[in-house]
């Protein structure tokens, strides 16, 4: 399986959100399923490590406990955004799909097979082997998704668990849209044997008897998630938020903010560049950025009250491990305004950008 696909899970603390991301091996093509708005920048971080063009954004259904990621990975990517055509007022979709369709991304597809009940437009993806399925919110780790809310009915969606997902092989891998027990997989014979809700001999009068009675809470989100997801997750004012205001700063999957050495060599007089190596290493070959401070990583901590906080700070070391560290330090301090220089003095070199030898 993982010869073909390259296939990472991903987890949303706040929501308790699974977001997957499958990638074809030899396209680099990729498709990543239910991605959370608030995890974007550690998504779109992970799908450009990882060499990856993202063909399609994916929802399993219209989220009511979290934001889609979908529409910011469009605006980021150009991709696609896929989601159930039942779905007739959402917005922003350009991949509209129903029972039996295919979503391909190089030489690898998904498909999709309609499982309403959680909602009515609720589907999930199964890789063409039938390997795996994304089971969204229909079919969870020993639960079902509730049916008390957006066109949900627990008879249907005893019919679609039954009828589209446990007739998947026994050895298929489920993965779902939430766990809140730190679960991240089942299989479909797992959750036909065991499932408390539906497995066992369980037939439809006892599922719809258990699910009908559950008496829960609305979701925290359900006011903020459906219209935004009725938008694809597009903000009402459609404006991309950003991780910083003063530059193009990104964040990498490590979760460490960056920039670009091209954009402080146009831009230093504007920002305070702090070079975070030893003093033995300021007269090596790769010299020095013009105007830079000099506080070696060491003493950072003890001499914090010498850095002027008026200008974005772009710590710097050797190759930019250091000044990462540099960098959480600095944000842990209260300085607000700061991103690691990507690469270093190595990249920087590399880059032909201006330097100068250390007095």
Not at 63 to 83: E, K, N, P
Not at 150 to 159: E, V
Not at 253 to 262: C, F, M, N, V
């Amino acid at each position: 399986m993982f010869d073909k696909l390259i296939f990472r899970q991903l987890f949303d603390a706040a929501s308790s959100t699974y977001t997957y991301l499958l990638g074809d091996v030899q396209s680099r093509q990729a498709v990543i399923i239910d991605p959370v708005f608030e995890q974007h920048l550690r998504d779109r971080a992970l799908i450009e490590e990882l060499g990856l063009v993202l063909a399609v954004a994916l929802d399993t259904h219209c989220h009511a406990d979290h934001v889609s990621g979908a529409w910011l990975m469009q605006q980021a990517t150009g991709c696609r955004i896929g989601v159930s055509r039942r779905y007739d007022t959402l917005q922003g979709a350009d991949l509209r799909l129903d029972h039996g369709d295919r979503v391909v991304f190089g030489n690898s597809c998904l498909e999709v097979r309609a499982t309403p009940g959680h909602t009515d437009g609720c589907l999930t993806y199964v890789t063409a082997d039938h390997a795996m399925a994304f089971t969204g919110d229909a079919l969870l780790i020993r639960a079902a998704g509730r049916c008390d809310f957006q066109q949900g009915s627990a008879a249907t969606l005893y019919h679609s668990i039954t009828e589209q997902i446990f007739s998947l092989p026994d050895e298929c891998l489920v993965f779902p849209a939430h766990d809140y027990n730190g679960r991240t997989m089942s299989s479909v014979r797992e959750e036909k044997e065991y499932n408390p809700r539906i497995g066992g001999r369980a037939n439809e009068r006892d599922f719809v008897g258990f699910m009908e009675n559950l008496q829960l809470p609305h979701p925290k989100q359900i006011a903020v998630a459906v219209p935004a997801n009725l938008r694809s997750g597009s903000p009402e004012d459609g404006k991309v938020p950003s991780p910083a205001d003063w530059g193009p700063v990104r964040q990498s999957y490590a979760g460490l903010l960056e920039i670009e050495p091209e954009w402080v060599a146009e831009h230093l007089g504007e920002v305070l560049v702090l070079d975070v190596r030893q003093s033995d290493e300021l007269a090596d070959r790769l010299g020095c950025i013009a105007g830079a401070q000099f506080i070696p990583l060491s003493e950072l901590q003890q001499r914090l009250g010498e850095i002027a906080p008026e200008r974005p700070i772009v710590p710097v070391c050797h190759s930019g491990m250091r000044s990462g560290q540099a960098t959480v330090i600095l944000r842990q301090a209260g300085f607000p305004r700061v991103a690691n220089l990507r690469g270093g003095m190595l990249m920087w070199s590399q880059l032909g950008l201006p330097l100068v030898r250390a007095d």
